[in-house]
């Protein structure tokens, strides 16, 4: 299955559309990961789950986009879209809700992760099953009891520290991390908040938990191990860094307007 510049209507989506219903689905943002896809792939698969795996790939140089149409004749439950430039994170996330959205038979739980196991894929079925307790958007945390972190210098974690408390008092909530990718949101979230999510690149961490804070959606944290990028290289970049700090100033900003308001009322 492919999808070009994502431009689906929902007549199309039949088109793409797996022939069963999947439980869940587990949205794959790649960037050259032709190093990493297809074993991460082939153990999503092993775990057993009624899944559909959704790769949203920005026209990797490498063949990464190559590799899932390949896989996809073996299993049949593969979709990729293919977008024509770099477009970010935080656009991949929302351009793989929106298919979700237009398919027919939605899966109940969407789960994102990174593509270069940073994420074991053996903790998909745990953020799944507490989603099923009835939670709306269960995350993979580094920082509750039990969460660990592996390869990453004392300067990485200083940083990310810093900014999951910042993103913390923002948003106004008592979560630890913030900023993790490896998430497990329900079909009820990802239909109420996907016209409220703007995010350009690693943002969208923030903003959907903002967004879960202001409509009053269940969140649960659990903990996971994170590998700092057992393959691959590093993607993060200044402009990224920059697309943080610029949404924890409109947050910010968006907090004032809204306590503003209140008042008012």
């Not at 398919?103 to 998909?124: A, C, E, F, G, N």
């Not at 979230?189 to 409509?215: M, P």
Request: charged share 25%; proline share 3%.
């Amino acid at each position: 299955m492919s999808v070009s510049d994502f431009v689906l209507t929902p007549v199309e989506a039949e088109k793409f559309e797996s022939p069963a219903r999947a439980a869940v689905a587990v949205l794959l943002p790649t960037y050259c990961e032709a190093e990493n896809i297809e074993s991460l792939i082939r153990e999503i698969q092993e775990l057993k789950l009624n899944v559909t795996i959704v790769v949203i790939d920005d026209s990797s140089p490498d063949g990464t986009a190559d590799m899932v149409s390949k896989l996809n004749e073996t299993y049949g439950n593969i979709v990729l879209i293919s977008r024509s430039v770099k477009l970010g994170l935080g656009t991949a996330i929302t351009d793989g809700f929106r298919y979700m959205l237009v398919l027919r038979k939605t899966p109940d739980y969407i789960v994102t992760m990174d593509s270069d196991y940073s994420h074991s894929p053996q903790d998909i079925p745990k953020l799944v099953n507490i989603a099923k307790k009835g939670y709306d958007l269960v995350i993979g945390s580094r920082y509750v009891q039990g969460g660990k972190m592996k390869d990453w210098p004392l300067k990485r974690r200083l940083i990310s520290r810093f900014s999951n408390v910042i993103a913390a008092v923002v948003v106004g909530t008592r979560l630890h991390d913030c900023t993790s990718g490896f998430r497990c949101y329900s079909k009820r979230y990802v239909k109420e908040v996907l016209s409220s999510l703007h995010s350009q690149t690693y943002e969208i961490q923030i903003e959907t938990i903002r967004q879960a804070h202001l409509n009053r959606f269940t969140v649960k944290e659990i903990p996971i191990t994170f590998v700092d990028r057992k393959r691959g290289k590093s993607k993060l970049t200044l402009a990224e860094f920059h697309a943080f700090v610029t949404y924890i100033i409109k947050a910010t900003l968006g907090n004032f307007v809204l306590l503003l308001k209140r008042i008012k009322s």
